[in-house]
């Protein structure tokens, strides 16, 4: 079937410790995305990359990293320096940009 | 610095009756525009999308409403059902730059 997958669905990490979640897409998109969503609050965009090889900072990239080697990869690093690393994070792509962007079921991450 | 902004974080309405959820965006830039749908711990649903150059799009009980002067949009989903309880969260993006920004969401209960 084709989707956007996002694993695992629940991390934990002690404080200090870099993390990375993986996003993979079979949908032959071109734009994949990296949101995080924290308890009542909307999506904040973290980074979003438009093609393979090329991404962009979003609205709060600090603290976060991301690499765009395979068209259907996307995984998102929350490092040390990311001062509030707990939260719901999630992932989305798209045919291109200007179209339905698809998300996956989410990763939560837990910082103890 | 809220792009796209959703002013009522809550809306109660009866069963059959109108839900009409709204949205405002600052970015004149923005040329596209989508609803989702959203339960807690899952990824959002795409509902419907409408490009800059339309000002309405109707998909079933679903019918989106764009104003460009005023730079608002709206959901109008009707009959109402029960099962269409859950947060919505509106979206623009901007062709030349990738973008997708999303709103706060607002939480709609209709009741039975």
């Known amino acids: 079937d084709g989707g956007i997958t996002q694993s695992p669905k629940y991390l934990f990490r002690k404080e200090g410790q870099n993390v990375t979640l993986s996003c993979e897409q079979n949908?032959?998109?071109?734009?994949m995305y990296w949101y995080r969503q924290d308890p009542g609050q909307g999506l904040r965009l973290i980074y979003y990359?438009?093609?393979?090889?090329?991404?962009q900072k979003g609205d709060i990239a600090e603290g976060y990293s991301v690499s765009r080697e395979k068209k259907e990869s996307f995984p998102l690093t929350v490092t040390s320096a990311q001062k509030n690393p707990t939260a719901f994070y999630l992932c989305a792509s798209s045919l291109f940009t200007n179209t339905e962007a698809f998300f996956g079921q989410g990763t939560r991450l837990t910082v103890v | 610095d809220q792009q796209v902004k959703q002013n009522s974080p809550s809306l109660s309405v009866q069963e059959g009756r109108i839900s009409i959820l709204n949205c405002d965006y600052t970015n004149s830039m923005f040329d596209y525009f989508l609803w989702y749908k959203k339960y807690p711990a899952e990824g959002p649903t795409f509902l419907i999308s409408i490009s800059s150059i339309k000002d309405k799009n109707e998909d079933g009980r679903f019918t989106v409403f764009l104003n460009k002067s005023a730079k608002h949009l709206s959901l109008h989903i009707v009959p109402s059902q029960p099962g269409d309880s859950a947060v919505y969260f509106c979206a623009a993006s901007a062709r030349n730059t990738g973008k997708l920004i999303f709103g706060q969401g607002t939480t709609l209960q209709v009741k039975p």
């Open positions: 990359s438009q093609i393979v090889n090329d991404f």
């Open positions: 949908l032959n998109h071109d734009a």
